[in-house]
């Protein structure tokens, strides 16, 4: 079992930046695939990144690359996503999830659907 919490959210400019954290309780973090995901009103949750349980393999959407970074502190429980230059498309809820059922060699999947737990999410909202 895994439980998530995200913080970190908020009201910034365009052109600013946030970083989201998540907490995570569960002896199986450490060994779990972790990822980052968004959803507007109306719309299907959508990928932005996802990291591998070590740390050492790191996937984004297209929309994201190059200004948003994933990492994680295993000793801490955490998974960050540093996001900078933000655009008023990034306004969205959003969530972290794990996959702890990934084996550790395997590569992270951006389907919603490869993850188990997910947190309550955190509200980003990018002002023009």
């Known amino acids: 079992q895994v439980q998530l919490v995200e913080s970190g959210g908020g009201l910034v400019q365009a052109g600013g930046s946030l970083r989201l954290s998540c907490a995570a309780s569960?002896?199986?973090?450490?060994?779990?695939?972790m990822g980052w995901f968004r959803q507007t009103p109306g719309k299907e949750r959508e990928f932005v990144a996802t990291i591998n349980w070590s740390g050492g393999r790191t996937y984004y959407a297209d929309s994201v690359k190059g200004r948003f970074t994933i990492s994680r502190d295993n000793a801490k429980n955490t998974v960050y996503l540093q996001m900078n230059s933000l655009k008023p498309e990034d306004t969205a809820v959003y969530y972290c999830?794990?996959?702890?059922?990934?084996?550790?060699?395997?590569?992270?999947?951006?389907?919603?659907?490869?993850?188990?737990?997910w947190g309550q999410g955190t509200q980003v909202t990018v002002s023009s």
């Open positions: 999830a794990a996959d702890p059922d990934l084996p550790l060699l395997s590569v992270p999947q951006p389907s919603p659907r490869s993850y188990d737990y």
């Open positions: 569960g002896r199986t973090f450490s060994r779990s695939a």
